[in-house]
């Protein structure tokens, strides 16, 4: 583990949320301070401090200077109250660690139920491969929320569930439901699919004849879209039999579905996708682009590990 100090925290896992004394990290903090408290656990504010190799690490009009691990006490105990003041039920607890902000959280994941991070911190790079919130959701080992948008939306706001044309939805699905059956909120499940042919192009076809008229691929390609659909719905009916369930086929590129729909949501819930025209990047097309646009709260749900994929301690998952 890297350098740094721990303050005290007990229970089971917790709801770990990174803080850097930016606005969107006090945002992050509140709301995690309310999520912890509506899951039962306890909070741990972990705040990420000197790394001379941080991009950005000179202070301009837009953006702060990175933390100095002398700073850090300081801001954890800013964290800490923060906290306090928006949930007095919940434990409380946090550390001050050496390192990249990403790299800290991700270490941190592993000790996690949820990682939650603003969406823009110090460095202000939302879209860059080097922001805390791309690093932290595309490599942690749980779910992480990027806090954006509405933060108190009503609970009668529905939670929106991205559904990919011929993609895995379990773990989203499942953890969409579980959410809506807390809080409780209906749940949208949407697949967003697109007639524009460099888009089709990048989504799997159920006619081996791919010489075929655009027509044609068009009608396979919504066809597959509302199955995915009635498989994403006929799960949610049963992990939340008492919950709203709404299906939404879109006949619109699946970001532009997604962030249409944040506005009215209270959450957005997307894997990490990968499938997109650069399937070598961690993160998908569509998930990217939600983190970046989206009008409220999304949390990526990382896939469940393949059974011939090593655990963390060398076993077989």
């Known amino acids: ?13 917790p709801v770990v949320v990174g803080y850097d004394g930016s606005a969107g990290s006090r945002r992050a903090v509140r709301w995690a301070a309310h999520e912890a408290a509506a899951r039962g656990t306890g909070l741990r504010v972990v705040v990420a401090a000197d790394d001379p190799g941080v991009p950005g690490t000179r202070r301009t009009a837009t953006r702060l200077a990175p933390l100095r691990l002398g700073d850090g006490h300081e801001a954890l105990a800013e964290a800490v109250a923060l906290a306090e003041a928006c949930s007095r039920g919940v434990t409380r607890g946090g550390l001050v660690r050496s390192g990249q902000p990403g790299g800290v959280l991700v270490d941190q994941s592993h000790t996690a139920q949820l990682v939650v991070v603003g969406c823009r911190g110090r460095t ?5 491969e080097s922001s805390t919130s791309l690093i932290t959701a595309s490599r942690a080992a749980c779910p992480v929320v990027v806090v954006r948008g509405r933060v108190d939306a009503p609970t009668l706001d529905p939670v929106v569930v991205g559904v990919g044309v011929g993609e895995p939805v379990a773990t989203t699905v499942a953890y969409a439901a579980g959410i809506a059956t807390r809080a409780p909120s209906p749940l949208v499940l949407a697949c967003g699919w697109s007639q524009d042919a460099g888009s089709l192009s990048r989504v799997p076809r159920p ?4 010489s075929g008229s655009l027509a044609t691929v068009v009608r396979d390609v919504q066809a597959q879209a509302g199955r995915s659909l009635q498989r994403a719905a006929e799960l949610a009916h049963r992990l939340a039999p008492g919950v709203s369930v709404r299906t939404e086929l879109l006949d619109t590129r699946a970001e532009r579905a997604l962030e249409g729909l944040s506005w009215g949501a ?6 990490r996708g990968g499938t997109g025209p650069f399937p070598g990047l961690p993160l998908g097309r569509v998930t990217r682009s939600v983190l970046e646009h989206a009008g409220c709260p999304v949390v990526v749900v990382p896939p469940e590990p393949r059974e011939d994929e090593p655990r963390e301690d060398g076993a077989r998952a």
């Open 207 to 210: 006619v081996p004849d791919r």
């Open 1 to 13: 583990m890297r350098s740094g100090s721990t303050v005290h925290e007990a229970g089971r896992a």
């Open 124 to 128: 202000a790079l939302p879209a860059s």
């Open 266 to 271: 209270s959450l957005v819930v997307v894997g």
